[in-house]
């Protein structure tokens, strides 16, 4: 479970970085599906902090019973904002 949590908090920071944005500073509403939510609450939560400590985007974290592939275990989903530019 934690090597698939730290590879979707990668792979969200190379997608938004790739559009130009910063990366998690920008994500202000993110989504968490979970086979066995239990697992991976904590570890998703100290993700988080890791990334980015003062700045708390809006989670929703869902438990299922399973994903898409039968070896997925977690599935992250975030919407972000691109910052004002300053002049």
Do not use: C
Request: glycine residues 4%.
């Amino acid at each position: 479970m934690k090597s698939q949590i730290d590879l979707a908090f990668a792979n969200v920071d190379r997608v938004l970085q790739s559009h130009g944005l910063r990366g998690w500073e920008d994500v202000y509403l993110w989504r968490s599906y979970a086979v066995g939510m239990d697992e991976a609450m904590q570890y998703l939560a100290q993700k988080m902090r890791e990334r980015v400590p003062a700045h708390r985007p809006v989670w929703t974290a869902l438990s299922v019973p399973r994903l898409g592939l039968e070896k997925m275990l977690i599935e992250i989903e975030v919407e972000a904002f691109t910052p004002p530019k300053r002049e």
